[in-house]
């Protein structure tokens, strides 16, 4: 008897290529904004460990802020799977990417810019660089195919998971970071300024 071959999973690449397409799109909006390429003071480290008050935050490929773009990419997966549930899983990954892409270019808009350092503790904070913003995009994918790999019930554990990490290391994260922009709160700014133990 012959053994039945398995289904061979077949993916789409029009979302992919226009998902790589959004990201050229941000790249040159970004530009015409105005923003640097790279970090001002020339420092090359693809990774900075710094989350506050430093010249090098959202400067770099990657910070610490990365951690909430990955968590950007698990609330997309579970929000385009409620609101697009028919959507083959590409579809909904290249909507994930169109929204943050907008976020990264709305994030450095001077209103934004402004709002951060009027509420947070980023007092020094005055944009993302391009390749920040990349990075973020990246992060922010890599986040919705984790959720895709774990599912629900896992991903639900790794968000929360992440979210306390982020707490306890920079004082911040994704949730906390929606709440000072759009509802400030001067407690937990003054927590966030104080120096770490």
């Not at 900075?48 to 951690?67: C, G, I, K």
Request: glycine share 4%; aromatic share 16%.
């Amino acid at each position: 008897m012959l053994q039945e071959e398995s289904p061979k999973v077949r993916i789409d690449p029009i979302p992919i290529a226009l998902s790589a397409i959004t990201g050229a799109l941000m790249i040159a909006v970004l530009w015409w904004l105005g923003r640097v390429w790279w970090c001002k003071l020339s420092d090359r480290a693809i990774y900075v460990n710094e989350a506050w008050n430093s010249s090098h935050t959202s400067q770099h490929l990657f910070d610490p802020y990365t951690f909430t773009h990955v968590l950007h990419g698990v609330l997309f997966f579970w929000l385009t799977g409620i609101l697009f549930a028919k959507l083959v899983i590409e579809w909904r990954f290249l909507i994930a990417i169109i929204v943050e892409a907008a976020w990264e270019v709305l994030e450095n808009t001077n209103f934004i810019i402004e709002k951060y350092r009027e509420n947070t503790a980023s007092l020094d904070y005055f944009g993302d660089s391009i390749s920040n913003s990349i990075g973020d995009l990246i992060a922010c994918a890599l986040g919705f195919w984790v959720a895709v790999k774990f599912g629900w019930w896992r991903s639900l554990v790794f968000f929360f998971l992440t979210e306390l990490v982020l707490l306890w290391w920079i004082r911040d994260s994704l949730l906390l970071n929606i709440v000072m922009l759009i509802y400030p709160l001067d407690g937990i700014k003054q927590w966030q300024m104080a120096p770490l133990p």
